[in-house]
């Protein structure tokens, strides 16, 4: 395993840059994070390909993807998402989705073979940095998950709203908005 460099590469979109991105990468430092964000690390004429998928991606305990309409129809941002959620295992979760002014059905349809994961929903920005600082810090911790029975699923739901699952499972319920909702990762590895 790479030694880590980073804790976050935030992964977005440049139409989203001065709407979110931006401000988000400057809380995330001034919370106390170590964040590559191309708006400040990234120089004219880099190789993106170089810098960001063989230097960045993984060397970087999380990857913080900011899911907008922008994300979903950039190949270069798929791209990162990928190389990203191809790094993580049953034990360490490397992606932590944020979504920006789009909804989970939307992000659903534009990711269909990507296995389901809860997001982040961008309220407000401050609400948001706190969720994702007990987002990293939960997902930290499960590095070393107990033991259990392999066959038994085991969900571990933090305040912020991030859902993660092993096992064959199948959850319905309601979201904090009162909608109904179903998660199936019964292909996820």
């Not at 931006?22 to 880099?46: H, I, M, P, Q």
């Not at 992000?107 to 809860?118: E, N």
Request: hydrophobic share 40%; charged share 25%.
């Amino acid at each position: 395993m790479a030694k880590k460099v980073y804790d976050i590469f935030l992964s977005h979109d440049f139409e989203d840059k001065s709407a979110i991105a931006d401000e988000l990468s400057l809380k995330l430092r001034e919370a106390g994070f170590n964040v590559w964000y191309s708006g400040t690390d990234l120089k004219a004429g880099d190789d993106l390909e170089e810098a960001i998928l063989k230097k960045v991606i993984p060397f970087s305990t999380y990857t913080i993807a900011l899911i907008s309409s922008n994300y979903v129809k950039s190949e270069w941002t798929r791209k990162e998402y990928n190389a990203a959620a191809n790094l993580e295992t049953k034990q360490r979760k490397i992606v932590i989705p944020v979504l920006f002014n789009i909804s989970f059905e939307e992000v659903a349809i534009a990711f269909p073979a990507q296995k389901l994961r809860f997001a982040i929903k961008v309220e407000n920005i401050d609400k948001t940095v706190r969720q994702l600082v007990k987002a990293c810090k939960t997902n930290s911790l499960q590095k070393n998950p107990r033991k259990t029975n392999p066959k038994k699923p085991i969900p571990n739901i933090s305040d912020s709203g991030i859902l993660s699952l092993s096992g064959n499972v199948t959850i319905n319920g309601k979201n904090a908005a009162g909608r109904d909702i179903l998660i199936n990762p019964k292909n996820t590895k």
